[in-house]
């Protein structure tokens, strides 16, 4: 039987993997401006990390995790999100010591056993940061700004993306609101679907996620969140707004956005761009003030978000934007026939050891398809060695743009190549 890739997962061909690996580079740049240093965490981890840091009530704990046992029978699970593992990161090796700031960031795959669906994998690739010891609204607004001009510097057009923001609160006046939220769940049981009706007594601001209509109807009547925050969270809240106001960032607020980790406190965000169908948020995060005290450490402000790679991808395509470049080519190196293949091998590989992008025909073809082959690399010059040329010492280069040619002695041919790709 032929095998193929697990349902839910995609291999990266050339084309993805150079669109991922160009979007990676953008955020490196653009991140390394805001201060953020690399950090890889494992891809799998303790399965209580994620229990205690996402949340048991979450989908992603309670129905979304690829865990097992491993040899030793210890429960692992493969990370369904990178904020958890860096977090125990932070703690295990001291990186936020009391008063400082550590800024993080990292790319790579994650892992949720979700049913997939258009921009929704089981394996996926985010992009995220994580800002660590920073309380003041200003972090937050940084967080936000970053998001969206990471978006805008890949090419995504801001109209075409909405942000959306909303405060949670923090454990002084979340309990209460939750508690409202559950009476307005079992004051409308009837119209809500079962698990919601669960979600009373497990975790109710959950019900404000469910995908069914009726559902989605009766939580429109819920008690709002900005309604119910402590003066102290409400403070933060205006002042990340008017940070975002100040930077001329336009936002919507969105007083249902709960997200779907239970680690957050105060502000969460979310960017949504259009042309993607359901799953069209490609960016979101949010602040999580508790998580180092839940994970075993001193209590740290943090915050952070993660981009989704598959998405971002849609998203760029409805916009028009080519995300890959094109296979990096400069010289295309051609033999006339066998006995200059030798030559020409040699003449490719000094080419790249001079730093330019040379590619030859590895088989025994006519010089029309080594040309038909340069076309479709996109080679800016071929450098053809025929037994003439190469009696004399000479290689004959050919300029694909302005179609001129040059005979060149073959030590030289590489700085002349260098000099015509500028
Ligand atoms: P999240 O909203 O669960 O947040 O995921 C972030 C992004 O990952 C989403 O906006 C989406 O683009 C992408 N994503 C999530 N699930 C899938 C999936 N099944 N298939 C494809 N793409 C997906 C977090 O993961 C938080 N750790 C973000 C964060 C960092 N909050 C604070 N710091």
Same mark, same amino acid.
């Given at each position: 039987m032929e095998l193929r890739a697990p349902k839910g997962t995609?291999?990266?061909?050339?084309?993805?993997? #150079?669109?991922?690996? *160009?979007?990676?580079?953008?955020?490196?740049?653009?991140?390394? *401006? !805001?201060?953020?240093?690399?950090? !890889?965490t494992p891809l799998f981890e303790h399965t209580e990390l994620f229990a205690r840091g996402i949340g048991e009530a979450t989908d992603i704990?309670?129905?979304?995790? !690829?865990?097992?046992?491993?040899?030793?029978?210890?429960?692992?699970?493969l990370r369904p999100e990178g904020t958890a593992g860096v977090v125990r990161a932070a703690i295990e090796h001291a990186l936020v010591p009391q008063g400082s700031v550590a800024k993080l960031y990292y790319a790579g795959p994650m892992f949720r056993y979700e049913r997939p669906q258009k921009g929704r994998m089981r394996q996926f690739w985010q992009i995220g940061v994580e800002l660590l010891g920073a309380a003041e609204p200003s972090a937050d607004a940084e967080a936000v700004a970053l998001l969206v001009r990471y978006f805008e510097s890949v090419g995504l057009p801001r109209e075409r993306m909405r942000l959306l923001v909303n405060s949670m609160g923090d454990e002084r006046c979340r309990p209460a609101y939750r508690d409202a939220v559950a009476a307005h769940i079992r004051a409308n049981a009837d119209g809500l679907c079962e698990e919601c009706r669960r979600r009373a007594d497990t975790n109710p601001l959950r019900a404000f996620d469910c995908k069914n209509e009726r559902c989605q109807a009766v939580m429109a009547d819920a008690p709002r969140i900005t309604d119910a925050l402590c003066d102290e969270c409400r403070e933060h809240y205006e002042a990340v707004k008017r940070r975002l106001d100040a930077l001329g960032i336009a936002y919507e607020e969105a007083? *249902?956005?709960? #997200?779907?980790?239970d680690y957050y406190t105060r502000t969460v965000f979310e960017v949504q761009a259009e042309g993607l169908g359901a799953q069209n948020a490609i960016g979101g995060g949010g602040r999580y003030d508790g998580l180092f005290a839940t994970l075993g450490g001193a209590r740290t402000p943090g915050l952070g978000f993660a981009l989704g790679f598959e998405r971002t991808l849609l998203a760029l395509q409805a916009a028009g934007v080519e995300p890959g470049t094109s296979h990096g080519v400069a010289a295309y190196v051609a033999a006339v026939d066998e006995s200059c293949r030798a030559a020409a091998f040699a003449l490719a590989m000094a080419l790249r050891d001079a730093g330019v992008a040379a590619e030859l025909d590895h088989r025994a073809r006519s010089l029309k398809a080594q040309f038909k082959h340069a076309d479709k690399l996109g080679a800016r010059v071929v450098v053809v060695l025929g037994p003439d040329e190469l009696a004399a010492g000479q290689a004959t280069v050919r300029d694909m743009e302005t179609k001129e040619e040059r005979k060149v002695a073959l030590a030289d041919v590489p700085s002349r190549v260098a000099a015509l790709i500028g």
């Open positions: 995609a291999d990266m061909l050339p084309e993805t993997a #150079r669109a991922w690996e *160009r979007l990676q580079a953008a955020a490196a740049a653009l991140f390394e *401006r !805001y201060g953020y240093e690399p950090i !890889y704990v309670g129905k979304e995790m !690829y865990t097992f046992d491993d040899r030793s029978g210890r429960s692992i699970t007083p *249902r956005l709960v #997200r779907g980790l």
